[in-house]
C-alpha cells in the first residue's frame, strides 16, 4: 500500500513539474499572441480553436498530418474549426471549395485530395471548372456541385471567412486561433509539432481560468 501510495504522489509531482516547464517554456509575446481585438466564439461552452489555412500554402499541407493526429485526440471540451483565410481575392476561390465540400459532407475526400493535387502534382486551380472537374473526379455530381458552389450558403460562409480574417489580424498562413484570444504559428512555435503543444497549452490555460472563474449565480448573489 505503501507502495502504491509513493508511486502516485510522485506521479502527480511528475505531472505538476511537466505543467510548471510547460507554463515556462511558453510565453506570450515569444510563441504566442494576444489578440489585439478578441473575438467572439462560436460555442459558449467548449474552448475553440480555429485553423486559418489556405490550399496554395505549403506550410499548411506540411502542417496538416499534424493537426490531423492532434484532432483525432483532442478533448471533448475543444471545438475544433477549420476556415480557409482569405487574405487576397486569388484565395476566394480555394474557399468556396473548401465549404462547398462541407456543405457536402465530402471534405474527409476532397480536402487531404485537394492538398495532395496542389502540392504533390502541382495542379493550379485560377477557374471554377477546374474545381468543378476535380470534385467531380472524387465522386461529387455536377448538379450537386453547381448547386453547392453558387450557393448562398456558400457565399455567407466565404464572406465570413473573409471578415474573421481581417478581425484575427493575421498575416500569413496556417494560423491557430486559441478560444478568439491567441494566435500561434509554426515561425512562433518554433516548428510544426511544436505549433499543436502550444495550442494544448493555449487550452488548459483557456480551461484553467474557466475553471477558476465564479458561476454566473454566484457572481450575482456576490453584487
Known amino acids: 500500500m505503501k507502495r502504491v501510495v509513493n508511486y502516485m504522489i510522485m506521479f502527480m509531482f511528475s505531472a505538476f513539474a511537466a505543467t510548471a516547464v510547460l507554463a515556462q517554456d511558453y510565453m506570450e509575446g515569444a510563441e504566442y499572441k494576444k489578440l489585439a481585438n478578441p473575438q467572439k466564439t462560436a460555442s459558449a461552452d467548449k474552448i475553440e480553436v480555429v485553423e486559418l489555412f489556405w490550399y496554395g500554402c505549403p506550410h499548411c499541407y506540411y502542417l496538416e498530418p499534424h493537426v490531423k493526429k ?15 483565410a482569405i487574405l487576397g481575392p486569388s484565395w476566394e476561390l480555394l474557399a468556396r471549395a473548401w465549404y462547398t465540400a462541407d456543405l457536402l459532407n465530402v471534405t474527409d475526400t476532397i480536402h487531404p485530395a485537394l492538398f495532395e493535387e496542389i502540392h504533390d502534382r502541382k ?9 468543378r472537374r476535380f470534385f467531380l473526379a ?24 473573409r471578415l474573421m480574417t481581417q ?21 512562433l512555435a518554433g516548428g510544426n509539432p511544436e505549433v499543436m ?8 490555460q483557456e480551461r484553467e481560468q474557466a475553471m477558476a472563474a465564479p458561476a454566473p449565480a454566484a457572481a450575482a ?3
Open 70 to 84: 492532434w484532432q483525432a485526440s483532442k478533448p471533448e471540451d475543444v471545438e475544433f474549426i477549420r476556415m480557409p
Open 123 to 131: 495542379k493550379k486551380f485560377t477557374k471554377p471548372d477546374a474545381v
Open 138 to 161: 472524387h465522386g461529387v455530381s455536377n448538379d450537386d456541385f453547381d448547386k453547392t458552389f453558387n450557393s448562398f450558403a456558400v457565399a455567407v460562409k466565404v464572406n465570413n471567412a
Open 167 to 187: 478581425r484575427y489580424a493575421i498575416t500569413g498562413v496556417p494560423t491557430m486561433i486559441v478560444n478568439g484570444k491567441y494566435s500561434t504559428s509554426a515561425s
Open 197 to 204: 503543444q502550444v495550442v494544448d497549452f493555449l487550452v488548459q
Open 221 to 223: 448573489a456576490g453584487q
